[in-house]
C-alpha cells in the first residue's frame, strides 16, 4: 500500500537546475527502493536513478555526475536534484516504489520536465 505524488518539474533553460520529490505514503516506506524513472514521447521508460533502504544509489549512465537521488525515510519523501539539465533531459519523470519481496511495485502520476531555450 503505497500512493506516490510527485512535484517540482517545470520549464528550465539548459545549464539549469530542477530538483523534483515525490511524497510516499505507508508505513514501512522504509524498506522499499525507491527511483525515479522517464519517458520521452515516442520514447520507452527508462531508469534514471535509484536508491535502496541501505542507501545505495544507480544512475543511468547519461545522468551521472548531473543528478543526485536521495531520501529521508523519517518524511518518507524521495529526491532528484538535477543540475545542468540538457535538452535531451526533456521527458515525464516517474516516482517509482519497488517492495523487495515479490513483485509489488507502484508509480507517481508523473511530473513533466522541459529543458529549452
Known amino acids: 500500500q503505497v500512493q506516490l505524488v510527485e512535484s517540482g518539474g517545470g520549464l528550465v533553460r539548459p545549464g539549469g537546475s530542477l530538483r523534483l520529490s515525490c511524497a510516499a505514503s505507508?508505513?514501512?516506506?522504509?524498506?522499499?527502493?525507491m527511483g525515479w524513472f522517464r519517458q520521452a514521447p515516442g520514447k520507452q521508460r527508462e531508469s534514471v536513478a535509484t536508491i535502496t533502504s541501505g542507501g545505495n544509489t544507480n544512475y543511468a549512465d547519461s545522468v551521472k555526475g548531473r543528478f543526485t537521488i536521495s531520501r529521508d525515510n523519517a518524511k518518507s519523501t524521495v529526491n532528484l536534484q538535477m543540475n545542468s539539465l540538457k535538452p535531451e533531459d526533456t521527458a515525464v519523470y516517474y516516482c517509482?516504489?519497488?517492495?523487495?519481496?515479490?513483485?509489488?511495485?507502484?508509480w507517481g502520476q508523473g511530473t513533466q520536465v522541459t529543458v529549452s531555450s
Open positions: 517509482n516504489a519497488k517492495f523487495p519481496f515479490g513483485t509489488d511495485q507502484y
Open positions: 505507508g508505513s514501512i516506506f522504509s524498506i522499499y527502493t
